[in-house]
């Protein structure tokens, strides 16, 4: 099965994308994520001015199939949450990469990026996954 995967953004092995704009990054979960979780219906987003380290739970999301933590790609402050999501959290199976975008970070540490993977990475990786 081949899965969106936008090329301008990083993605962590654990599905969730950031894309930097300056010192600050938008955070998501990927196609695949959205895919494997099936319909989502709950979205549990963290409060404005948490602080949360790279990998760490900064979230919860739901489906009618199961429940799966969000965790943070790099380490940062939330400077804005998407109560959109929250409120109709459907979004996510059909726009992942883009008005269902989860938290607006700023980035504590900008070299944290250097771990993540870009679009081709992801796209091996993901590859490797369905074997």
């Excluded at 990054?25 to 001015?49: F, H, K, M, R, W």
């Amino acid at each position: 099965m081949t899965f969106k995967i936008e090329p301008d953004l990083r993605y962590a092995k654990t599905d969730e994308w950031i894309r930097v704009e300056g010192d600050e990054g938008v955070v998501g979960i990927s196609d695949y994520a959205q895919d494997a979780l099936s319909d989502i219906v709950y979205v549990e987003l963290p409060n404005t001015g948490d602080m949360f380290a790279a990998g760490t739970t900064f979230g919860v999301v739901e489906s009618v199939k199961a429940a799966s933590d969000l965790l943070l790609p790099v380490s940062g402050e939330v400077l804005a949450t998407n109560d959109a999501v929250v409120d109709s959290p459907e979004m996510l199976n059909s726009d992942p990469f883009g008005a269902a975008w989860l938290v607006r970070i700023r980035l504590s540490d900008p070299s944290e990026l250097d771990a993540l993977m870009d679009a081709t990475a992801y796209a091996a990786y993901l590859e490797s996954r369905e074997h």
